[in-house]
């Protein structure tokens, strides 16, 4: 083989391999591409899930506040019941006592 044959296989080689690269390229794109309508439903998809979290981060707000308000009614009742009790217990001993006055009156 001379070396002008050498040459002219080596470039037509190469010549196939770009082809064949320009091929795959073009093919590996045509299947690949993304239509229009896709575009467009992948956006009003995006769309929605954003409004979605922002519902969902609403929620979560309400959430949070409602719970802290029940939560503040929750200790206010609380609260109160233990006043209630107190003042029961006093009214209990307080007639303890008086049952035990009028005994010991009744007694002499």
């Known amino acids: 083989m001379t070396r002008t044959e050498f040459v002219i296989a080596t470039a037509a080689i190469l010549f196939v391999a770009f082809c064949l690269g320009w091929f795959a390229h073009w093919l ?22 954003h409004d979605a979290e922002e519902t969902r981060d609403q929620a979560i707000t309400y959430m949070q506040q409602r719970e802290a308000e029940l939560s503040n009614e929750l200790q206010q009742a609380e609260a109160e019941r233990a006043a209630a009790m107190d003042g029961l217990r006093a009214a209990r001993r307080e007639a303890e006592e008086l049952r035990a006055r009028l005994d010991g009156t009744e007694a002499r």
């Open 28 to 49: 590996l794109h045509r299947f690949t591409r993304v239509s229009r309508t896709d575009m467009d439903e992948m956006e009003r998809m995006a769309q929605e899930l």
